[in-house]
Nanobody
Framework: QVQLVESGGGSVQAGGSLRLSCAAS?????MGWFRQAPGKEREGVAA????????YYSGSVKGRFTISQDNAKNTVYLQMNSLKPEDTAMYYC????????????????WGQGTQVTVSS
């Protein structure tokens, strides 16, 4: 079992920045960030193999968001810059044991979520 604890959400004005953190207990092969706005499907945002390698981003955040990790702390971060009102959503951290992508159905473990609200 892997437990994930997110932090760092909050409210910010458009153009601002936030950094989300996700601390994991246990082994993970890949960690990803997803988001879900009210009335919308869950969307994959970014993913990173914990052993290093190619990172993945959705087209809507590429160039604005950066996923990174601190293996010593078993923590993954999502740096979000140039935030837009359409980035408003509940953000979830997820972990997978065998593959890396931004497809939610591949992930076995999920955090409780942290709210990000961007005002115009």
């Amino acid at each position: 079992q892997v437990q994930l604890v997110e932090s760092g959400g909050g409210s910010v004005q458009a153009g601002g920045s936030l950094r989300l953190s996700c601390a994991a207990s246990g082994y993970t092969y890949c960690m990803g960030w997803f988001r879900q706005a009210p009335g919308k499907e869950r969307e994959g945002v970014a993913a990173i193999p914990t052993g290093g390698g190619v990172t993945y981003y959705s087209g809507s955040v590429k160039g604005r968001f950066t996923i990174s990790q601190d293996n010593a702390k078993n923590t993954v971060y999502l740096q979000m810059n140039s935030l837009k009102p359409e980035d408003t959503a509940m953000y979830y951290c997820a972990a997978d044991h065998s593959r890396c992508s931004v497809a939610a159905e591949n992930y076995d473990y999920w955090g409780q979520g942290t709210q990000v609200t961007v005002s115009s």
